[in-house]
């Protein structure tokens, strides 16, 4: 007889699915995991996008529903993204925060308006997004079209390297 997995088998395993954009980072690490419910040997679970819009849901949905499936126990997986509670950055974890920083991706929340291009007016250009690499905030938006929708592009003057940042 196979014992049946619970909710917190479930979330480990979330825990362990990587976002296909950003593969440092988990599903668990950006707290796109709203709800699990675990009836006998059927999981449901409720993610949020990060990003209206977002290209990637299908194969998260794919990957959530295939790792969550090979969870012994487990017969039929339910994946769905709701739309009654929204993503806010604050929702990252602290490691999802530092895996994104060491992969060279701002957190979002880390500085100025995104959309802000080049130095404020009369700005000797400290306070922008906080560099990942070297910490330093002497940033500037090179663009606010990244390589995915939800990822803008920036330069930081202190150690001269261009870096992304999650758009909040």
């Excluded at 796109?32 to 059927?42: L, P, Q, T």
């Excluded at 308006?113 to 500037?140: H, K, W």
Aim: a negative charge; hydrophobic letters at 40%; charged letters at 20%.
């Amino acid at each position: 007889m196979t014992v049946a997995a619970t909710a917190a088998d479930v979330r480990t395993v979330l825990d362990a699915v990587p976002d296909p954009e950003m593969p440092p980072v988990t599903v668990g690490d950006l707290g796109m995991v709203v709800d699990v419910r675990v009836d006998g040997d059927e999981v449901a679970v409720d993610l949020v996008s990060t990003y209206s819009g977002c290209p990637a849901t299908a194969v998260i949905r794919e990957e959530v529903s295939r790792a969550v499936g090979a969870l012994p126990g487990v017969r039929a997986v339910d994946v769905r993204f709701v739309r009654d509670v929204v993503w806010e950055p604050g929702r990252i974890t602290p490691r999802g925060r530092e895996r994104l920083a060491a992969f060279g991706i701002a957190p979002p929340g880390s500085g100025q308006v995104l959309l802000q291009i080049g130095p404020r007016p009369g700005s000797a250009g400290s306070g922008g997004v906080t560099c990942p690499l070297c910490g330093s905030r002497d940033t500037v938006a090179d663009s606010p079209f990244g390589p995915t929708p939800c990822r803008s592009t920036h330069f930081c003057r202190a150690c001269r390297n261009p870096f992304e940042a999650i758009k909040p």
